[in-house]
C-alpha cells in the first residue's frame, strides 16, 4: 500500500524560502510514476504546483515556475518543493500526490497525503 | 486557464438520498475530469476519472457523467460516510485546474 506524508516547518518567514519533504512508503520514488504537489489556500480552491517524474525531469506551474523547484531524493525514497520568496499569498495547506498521465497534456491525481499548513508570517 | 465551476457550492441531504453535483469548464475538455472527496485533516480521495471510470475500490454508489463542458457526480444512496467535500479537475490542459468544492452536508 502506497502512502504519502508531507513534513515541514509549518511557519515561514515572508521573503524566505519553503521547504517541504514528501516521504514515500511501499513503493521506490525512482521505479516509476510523476510524483507532485498541490495546495489550498485558506477559503480557496485547490492549485497544482508541479510534478516529478521518477527520471527527474520537472513539471511546473506556469504561474509559480520562477519561484518553485521540485527535486526527488531517492536515498531517502522522498521528493521536496521549494518555493522561494514567499508571501503571505503562499500561506496554505500544501499536499503531496500521486500524479497520473492521461494521453492529454494534465494530470489527475490517485493518491494524496493528508497535508501540512505553512503560514508565511513575520 | 480553463476555469472549472461547482455547483451548488453547499448541499445539505439526508441519508439515503439521491446527491446530485454539477461541474462546468470554461471550454470543453471532452471526458478528461476526475472527482474527489475530502475530509477534513485527510488525504483527498479520488474518485472519478475519465468523467465516468471508478477508480478502483470506490463504491458503487459513486458515479459520473457528462462530456465537453458540463459533467455531473451522483451519489445514488447517501451513505454518512459520504459527508464531505467534493471537487472536479480537469486535466485536458497542462495546467490542470480544480473547482472551487462543493460541501455535502447533514440535513
Known amino acids: 500500500q502506497v502512502q504519502l506524508q508531507e513534513s515541514g516547518p509549518g511557519l515561514v518567514r515572508p521573503s524566505e524560502t519553503l521547504t517541504l519533504t514528501c516521504t514515500v512508503s511501499?513503493?521506490?520514488?525512482?521505479?516509476?510514476?510523476?510524483w507532485g504537489w498541490v495546495r489550498q489556500p485558506p477559503g480557496k480552491g485547490l492549485e497544482w504546483i508541479g510534478n516529478?517524474?521518477?527520471?527527474?525531469?520537472?513539471y511546473l506551474s506556469p504561474s509559480l515556475k520562477s519561484r518553485v523547484t521540485i527535486s526527488l531524493d531517492t536515498s531517502k525514497n522522498q521528493f521536496s518543493l521549494k518555493l522561494s520568496s514567499v508571501t503571505a499569498a503562499d500561506t496554505a495547506v500544501y499536499y503531496c500526490a500521486r500524479p497520473i498521465v492521461a494521453t492529454t497534456p494534465g494530470w489527475y491525481f490517485d493518491l494524496w497525503g493528508r497535508g501540512t499548513l505553512v503560514t508565511v508570517s513575520s | 486557464d480553463i476555469q472549472m465551476t461547482q455547483s451548488p457550492s453547499t448541499l445539505s441531504a439526508s441519508v439515503g438520498e439521491r446527491v446530485t453535483i454539477t461541474c462546468r469548464a470554461s471550454q470543453s475538455i471532452s471526458a478528461w475530469l476526475a472527482w474527489y472527496q475530502h475530509k477534513p485533516g485527510k488525504a483527498p480521495k479520488l474518485l472519478i476519472y475519465?468523467?465516468?471510470s471508478l477508480e478502483s475500490g470506490v463504491p458503487s454508489r459513486f458515479s459520473g457523467s457528462g462530456s465537453g463542458t458540463d459533467f455531473t457526480l451522483t451519489i445514488s444512496s447517501l451513505q454518512p460516510d459520504d459527508f464531505a467535500t467534493y471537487y472536479c479537475?480537469?486535466?485536458?490542459?497542462?495546467?490542470?485546474?480544480f473547482g472551487q468544492g462543493t460541501r455535502v452536508e447533514v440535513k
Open positions: 511501499g513503493y521506490s520514488v525512482s521505479r516509476a510514476y510523476y
Open positions: 516529478i517524474y521518477h527520471t527527474g525531469s520537472t
Open positions: 475519465k468523467a465516468s
Open positions: 479537475q480537469q486535466y485536458y490542459s497542462y495546467s490542470q485546474t
